[in-house]
């Protein structure tokens, strides 16, 4: 697990809500909902999107989560708003300890938790969203690229299809690229930031 450092704050922060992350917005041709749900005892925050087109059938729905350290309101919106536009409804979420979601530390990247919080937002929309997860698909990118192609294998019977966007799936693989990356000023950071990266067999992406 890594711990960013995000904004001057040292005290402990239960909660940063996005902007606009309570109530219902608006856009021209869907609507915004927030939406909780629980994921190892902690409450997560999610945008739920719909197309305003009315439908007589079950909407297939989009599930998205951020990369490496980021939230939900970092550009997804765009991504959502394109899916939503061509039929879909999209349920985007933060990760435990970031933006609207609950958990402490604060701000903490951790590959094997942050795909339980995929798996709690699976069951979430499948179990207590009937009425419009008559399909489910995933989204994810970069970090999350890896996570999704997680999630999916671990629910095969829920999931259709899974998008995974320049994907982080092995780190071990890819840390010789990221330390002949071109910024000597940054590559000579991450020796120290892999310092504790446990073992390969390890380490599920």
């Not at 945008?47 to 439908?55: N, S, V």
């Not at 951020?66 to 309101?73: N, P």
């Not at 996570?147 to 899974?162: E, K, M």
Request: glycine letters at 10%.
């Amino acid at each position: 697990a890594l711990l960013l450092p995000c904004g001057p704050r040292h005290e402990p922060v239960r909660r940063e809500p996005c902007p606009e992350s309570d109530g219902r917005v608006d856009g021209p041709h869907w609507s915004r909902t927030t939406e909780y749900f629980f994921s190892e005892g902690e409450r997560c925050e999610g945008w739920f999107y719909q197309p305003k087109t009315a439908t007589t059938s079950p909407t297939p729905v989009i599930i998205m989560a951020h990369g490496f350290g980021l939230q939900k309101d970092c550009r997804l919106p765009a991504y959502a708003e394109e899916y939503v536009k061509h039929g879909f409804a999209v349920f985007s979420f933060d990760y435990r300890g970031f933006g609207g979601s609950d958990g402490e530390p604060r701000h903490v990247v951790d590959g094997r938790e942050h795909t339980k919080d995929w798996d709690a937002a699976i069951q979430h929309v499948t179990r207590h969203m009937p009425h419009v997860a008559s399909r489910v698909g995933l989204f994810g990118t970069s970090f999350a690229g890896g996570h999704a192609l997680v999630a999916a294998a671990r629910h095969p019977g829920a999931v259709a299809c899974a998008v995974s966007q320049v994907p982080f799936i092995d780190t071990w693989r890819s840390l010789p690229d990221l330390i002949r990356w071109p910024r000597p000023a940054a590559a000579a950071h991450f020796p120290r930031l892999f310092a504790n990266v446990p073992t390969p067999s390890g380490l599920p992406c």
